[in-house]
């Protein structure tokens, strides 16, 4: 995974778009409806940027071990602003 790879999208972009601004695979996705944890990311900066969590995103990070705060599922989060993040060590 390349560091420190700086990704623009408009705001209100789904964080999927990203595999479109990019010729490899920053963050790996599977079934884009939060259902698979394919594309668990930590987020290191910017949460609030990434919109809210909803119950069944929570309820599904909890199922992973990943109910800290600090991990969403990039396939349910929409970009409001600047966030960064890294994609979690499965």
Same mark, same amino acid.
């Given at each position: 995974?390349?560091?420190?790879?700086?990704?623009?999208?408009?705001?209100?972009?789904?964080?999927?778009?990203?595999?479109?601004?990019?010729?490899?695979?920053?963050?790996?996705? @599977?079934?884009?409806? @939060?259902?698979?944890?394919?594309?668990?990311?930590?987020?290191?900066?910017?949460? #609030?940027?990434?919109?809210?969590?909803?119950?069944?995103?929570?309820?599904?990070?909890?199922?992973? @071990?990943?109910?800290? @705060?600090?991990?969403?599922?990039?396939?349910?989060?929409?970009?409001?602003? #600047?966030?960064?993040?890294?994609?979690?060590?499965?």
């Amino acid at each position: 995974m390349p560091d420190r790879v700086e990704i623009l999208l408009p705001d209100g972009s789904c964080l999927t778009d990203i595999e479109y601004e990019r010729p490899e695979q920053l963050i790996p996705f @599977g079934c884009r409806s @939060g259902a698979c944890g394919a594309c668990v990311i930590e987020v290191l900066d910017g949460s #609030a940027a990434l919109g809210e969590a909803d119950p069944d995103e929570t309820d599904f990070l909890e199922d992973l @071990g990943r109910a800290d @705060g600090n991990h969403r599922l990039a396939c349910q989060c929409r970009l409001l602003g #600047a966030a960064t993040v890294r994609v979690a060590q499965q």
